[in-house]
């Protein structure tokens, strides 16, 4: 639809977009949202846990954030900012390292009977984390970036003074406010992931005094295969 905008349409949704990014903020009607709880393939059984709700957001909105997201996540990425150790969420991100490398930990550990190194490996499930994400702190982590004033203020105000409506089978539900978290379907929440969580994996990258040492850089390169 956007990309066969043309004239009077064109130039008033690039004016809207330019001053939500001059004045770091944006329209009342960008805050009010659906939520449509996508069914998981079993019964329902009346528990929202049985669906993946996703929130159906403004379309130029979501243009104007994808800008800004596109520009962010590069520049984070060329200067090398984030230093936490987070492998996805940037350009170039990958979640295949960080598992080549547990993987290859593994094995070592396993099959090379003069490692006496002791191995502790802990896998953390963050429910809903997306949406459990703090806006103080989100705002604090934006800050300790030197993100620009502006564009932090842009950033949270995407997130404050929300109201969602749920579709139903029986129509929308009434309106409620949305007291916390970043909506699931909104482009930015994986770069803002990696934001929020970037001081604290810098503090452990920091504190840890005794790592695990791989012997060969070449188990990182062997096919992972089914352990017992």
Known sequence: MLKHLTGEAFNLSLILANACLTHGDIPADWREALVYPIPKPHEFDAQLKNTRPITLLETVQKCVVKFVTTRLSKILADNQVLQGGNFA???????????????????????????????????????KAFDSIDLNMLKLALIRLHIPPLLTKFIINLFTRRNNKIITHYGDTSGYRVRIGIDQGEIIFPLLWVIYLDPLLTTLNREDCDPFILKSSALLDYSSFEYE
């Open 89 to 127: 969420g940037l350009p170039g991100g990958s979640t295949d390292i960080p598992i080549k490398m547990l993987d290859a930990i593994i094995h070592q550990r396993r099959f090379d009977k003069t490692d006496d190194q002791e191995l502790w490996i802990v896998s953390q499930d963050i429910s």
